[in-house]
């Protein structure tokens, strides 16, 4: 029986904007479902087989990177800046703006940004 050789690959993702370590961040082997998460200091571990050459690392919010196999890998994510319009956050799920019927209000990000909370949830709580 055979099995197939694999490379560890170990390593950090942190964010450009604070060096901070992301949580959650996605690294999986391109061309495949083989991958794994980050952990609450940024790192992870991942078995690749051998006949890979790149991982994509990604994270909500942040520009996918596309980087080759090697046994350490540190990685920074700069932010995506494109704005989402037009889409609306709904107690159950999400709807284009034009789907919507109801009553809603609407938030501009200047005012969440200028609230000191650890969650969103919080920074919306009394706005609307």
């Known amino acids: 029986m055979a099995n197939a050789q694999t490379t560890k ?5 942190i964010s450009a904007e604070d060096n901070e370590p992301i949580i959650g961040a996605s690294i999986v082997v391109k061309g495949t479902t083989i991958g794994t998460v980050t952990d609450f200091n940024g790192a992870f571990s991942l ?3 051998s006949s890979a050459k790149t991982l994509v690392v990604s994270f909500v919010g942040m520009k996918a990177q596309e980087i080759g196999v090697k046994p350490k890998v540190n990685v920074v994510l ?8 037009e889409v609306m956050i709904v ?7 034009s789907a919507f019927t109801g009553s809603a ?8 940004t200028s609230r000191q909370t650890s969650n969103v949830t919080n920074a919306l709580s009394g706005q609307v």
């Open 78 to 85: 700069e932010g995506d800046n494109q704005m989402l319009d």
């Open 9 to 13: 690959v170990t390593g950090t993702v």
């Open 91 to 97: 107690a159950y799920g999400t709807a284009k703006k």
């Open 47 to 49: 078995d690749v087989p």
């Open 105 to 112: 209000a609407t938030i501009k990000s200047e005012k969440i």
